[in-house]
């Protein structure tokens, strides 16, 4: 079974701080996406990773900047927290030829 | 560009209801479409996936025909039960693209 591990289920930041949110997998999938997830608005694409520090940014990247040293983690910054970035945090990965997209656990992230 | 929408939720149904979950999606060529689903607290699972026109997904008991002549994926079950307590979101997508497009979720309650 496809594992994807995020390095937190809940986390309390200040405005300002910067905040790392890991996603690691273990199945050697190429793609890895960072989402939020909020209600009413579905999930929106933050970033995405198709290979070894390569990215592409999504609908929303302002604020976020991410990380693809190696293959099986990819990392979601917020350089300067602000309020407006609390949210649900999701990980997912896809093999390349493959339509399945398995997604981690989350992180709800709140910003005070 | 490519979008979905699905029916507004919350959706509350008795046990041993039936479920119809309405998803329509706007695309410039032929998607693949899945139902995806949460459970509270947890990242989404695939449910259930279609590829082509015609095709009919289903998993666990739950189903799903792609209609290209009404671009629509409705999500139907003949019987809820309270554990499909969850929200449901549909998505698509667009051969050799790496974005996969979701609906904004429907969450479905069922009561004993």
């Known amino acids: 079974d496809v594992k994807v591990t995020q390095s937190s289920r809940y986390l309390v930041k200040r405005t300002g701080e910067k905040v790392f949110l890991e996603c690691v997998q273990d199945?050697?999938?190429?793609?890895m996406f960072w989402y939020r997830q909020d209600p009413g608005l579905g999930l929106r694409l933050i970033y995405f990773?198709?290979?070894?520090?390569?990215?592409e940014k999504g609908d929303i990247p302002e604020g976020y900047s991410v990380s693809r040293e190696k293959k099986e983690r990819f990392s979601l910054i917020l350089e300067s927290a602000s309020t407006n970035q609390t949210s649900m945090y999701l990980c997912?990965?896809?093999?390349?030829?493959?339509?399945?997209?398995?997604f981690g656990p989350g992180t709800r992230l709140t910003v005070t | 560009g490519d979008s979905v929408t699905q029916m507004e939720g919350p959706v509350t149904l008795s046990e041993e209801a039936f479920l119809t979950i309405n998803c329509t999606y706007t695309?410039?060529?032929?998607?693949?479409l899945f139902w995806y689903v949460q459970y509270p607290g947890e990242g989404l699972q695939l449910l259930l996936k279609?590829?082509?026109?015609?095709d009919k997904g289903s998993n666990k008991g739950f189903e799903a025909t792609y209609r290209k002549e009404t671009t629509s994926f409705h999500l139907e079950k003949g019987s809820v039960q309270v554990s499909d307590s969850a929200v449901y979101f549909c998505?698509?997508?667009?051969?050799?693209?790496?974005?996969?497009?979701f609906g904004a979720g429907t969450r479905l309650t069922v009561k004993p």
């Open positions: 279609a590829t082509k026109a015609d």
């Open positions: 199945m050697d999938h190429e793609n």
């Open positions: 695309a410039t060529g032929y998607p693949s």
């Open positions: 998505a698509l997508l667009m051969y050799n693209n790496n974005d996969m497009r």
């Open positions: 997912a990965t896809r093999a390349n030829l493959n339509y399945e997209q398995y």
């Open positions: 990773s198709y290979d070894v520090k390569m990215k």
